[in-house]
């Protein structure tokens, strides 16, 4: 598991909205959507306790509570094609994670804005492996509205 020392309810924030986005076979954005402000301040702010809890059954409290319907995005779908390893919700949430923190405003509304924005999709792409960038290099790119080498 990877560890993210920063802000842990935010990487657990970040971690439980890639796992309910693969449950669900949604994008991460779509969750997010889902959720919207109100869904992720609670998450962010019960996070400690969250933690504790089986994640199966966070996830599916909060699918039956803001009515998140099954989609049909397969993450794993070059996985098998490409043979490589899914990456594990742990990491992508702490790349997530770690990018809404340089950004460093209101935490719900950067976390909302980012996976909703093109960089969002950049880090969920599995098979261009951005999300193995280094974090400036992430938020760099975020920042100039385009992907940076």
């Known amino acids: 598991m990877v560890k ?10 970040c971690c439980l909205l890639e796992y309910i986005a693969r449950k669900t076979l949604n994008e ?3 969750i997010v959507n889902y959720l919207g402000e109100e869904g992720i301040s609670w998450i962010h702010e019960y996070a400690d306790v ?23 995005y397969h993450c794993d779908k070059y996985c098998e094609e490409y043979d ?3 990456t594990s919700v742990w990491a992508i949430g702490a790349v997530f994670a770690r990018l809404i923190e340089d950004i460093g405003n209101d935490t719900t509304k950067t976390l909302i804005e980012v996976y ?5 999709k950049c880090i969920n792409n599995y098979l261009y492996g951005f999300y193995t960038s280094s974090p400036q290099i992430i938020y760099g790119s975020y920042k100039a509205g385009e992907m940076l080498d």
Do not use: M, P, W
Request: charge should be negative; aromatic fraction near 14%; glycine fraction near 4%.
């Open 4 to 13: 993210y020392n920063k802000d842990d309810n935010l990487y657990f924030t």
């Open 84 to 86: 490589f390893e899914l």
């Open 50 to 72: 969250l933690h504790c809890e089986n994640i199966d059954a966070v996830t599916h409290e909060l699918v039956e509570r803001y009515n998140i319907q099954d989609g049909d």
């Open 28 to 30: 991460t954005e779509v």
């Open 116 to 120: 909703n924005s093109y960089i969002g």
